[in-house]
């Protein structure tokens, strides 16, 4: 069975830092790309960022110069750690994998993680 576990997520201050990890078992990912995601209530969710297999990365607007993404494909993982955290990062993070190319589509991600809940407060 596949299963992606992420952890990390907490509460920050605007301005901090929180570094999120995701944990793939079960297949391994190092032919395909990996991303971050994230919701919030009421919205839909909505892309982070994503590393494919080579390591070319693409990130939102909104978070691009703030957040980096990392992948270690021998231990099966990805990390995102987000810098200069905003009040509007606040959501529910979830990891996502199985996507061949650099994509930004949650429907073409066939794996996800259950979410790890990043809270920042002023």
Not at 28 to 45: D, I
Not at 55 to 63: H, Q
Not at 71 to 83: C, P
């Amino acid at each position: 069975q596949v299963r992606l576990v992420e952890s990390g997520g907490g509460l920050v201050q605007a301005g901090g830092s929180l570094r999120l990890s995701c944990a793939a078992f079960g297949r391994s990912f190092s032919a395909y790309a990996m991303s971050w995601f994230r919701q919030v209530p009421g919205k839909e969710r909505e892309f982070v960022a994503v590393v494919t297999w080579s390591g070319t990365t693409d990130y939102a607007d909104s978070v691009k110069d703030r957040f980096t993404i990392s992948r270690d494909s021998f231990k099966n993982t990805v990390a995102l750690q987000m810098n200069s955290l905003k009040l509007e990062d606040t959501g529910v993070y979830y990891c996502a994998a199985g996507v061949d190319g650099r994509s930004r589509l949650l429907n073409e991600y066939e794996y996800w993680g259950q979410g790890t809940q990043v809270t920042v407060s002023s």
